[in-house]
């Protein structure tokens, strides 16, 4: 069994920044991608940003593109997430997930494994 540990959420004024982190951990982990996704309150969860794990390719959301940014460290089968210039509607519970099927790496929302989430609130 796979478990995903996030950490790294909290209460940020707008403009700031935050950088989360998610760690898998399991026997025999093979890992095809990892990403982020978040839920607001009243809304459905969406897709934030993910990574490719061979090759490192990395897509976004267009609300996040250009402020947000997705890394991996293959070593420690971890993901991480960047976000600069936050904005009150980025407001959420984030989530880390991971593709241990290979079944894409935009199928994000489709994905095995599913961290606890972590809040992230952005005061304007």
């Known amino acids: 069994q796979v478990q995903l540990v996030e950490s790294g959420g909290g209460l940020v004024q707008a403009g700031g920044s935050l950088r989360l982190s998610c760690g898998a951990s399991g026997r025999n982990l093979t890992l095809y991608a990892m990403g982020w996704c978040r839920q607001a309150p009243g809304k459905e969860r969406e897709f934030v940003a993910a990574?490719?794990?061979?090759?490192?390719?990395?897509y976004y959301a267009d609300s996040v593109k250009g402020r947000f940014t997705i890394s991996r460290d293959s070593a420690k089968s971890a993901v991480y997430l960047q976000m600069n210039s936050l904005k009150p509607e980025d407001t959420a519970v984030y989530f880390c997930a991971a593709d241990l099927r290979g079944i894409g790496v935009l199928n994000l929302l489709l994905y095995d494994s599913w961290g606890q989430g972590t809040q992230i609130t952005v005061s304007s």
């Open positions: 990574i490719k794990w061979s090759a490192s390719t990395t």
